[in-house]
């Protein structure tokens, strides 16, 4: 990452936003294939049994809610982070 602190005040936003956009992407890839895929494969993930209950269940009763938490508290940790680095915060 360039040095911010030589950067003027629409470069550093310009940047801050390209940053935010690319992980506010990466996340939302994560949350698609977590929301999406495991529902393809439902026949061959409820084959597997847990306590009774088929993977498929907890996959979408559990897991995918586990997954979207995390992924709200890495956006925030690394927005915080980011704050902190390009010396973003509100006045």
């Known amino acids: 990452m360039p040095d911010h602190k030589h950067m003027t005040r629409k470069q550093k936003l310009d940047a801050y936003w390209r940053l935010n956009q690319r992980l506010i992407f990466i996340l939302l890839g994560i949350w698609f ?12 993930l409820n084959q597997i049994v847990i306590a009774g209950f088929p993977l498929g269940y907890y996959m979408g009763s559990q897991g995918s809610l586990i997954v979207f938490v ?6 925030a940790r690394y927005m915080n982070n980011l704050d902190d680095e390009m010396e973003m915060h509100q006045k």
């Open 70 to 75: 995390i992924l709200i508290f890495v956006y």
């Open 33 to 44: 294939l977590v929301a999406y895929v495991p529902p393809l494969f439902v026949n061959q």
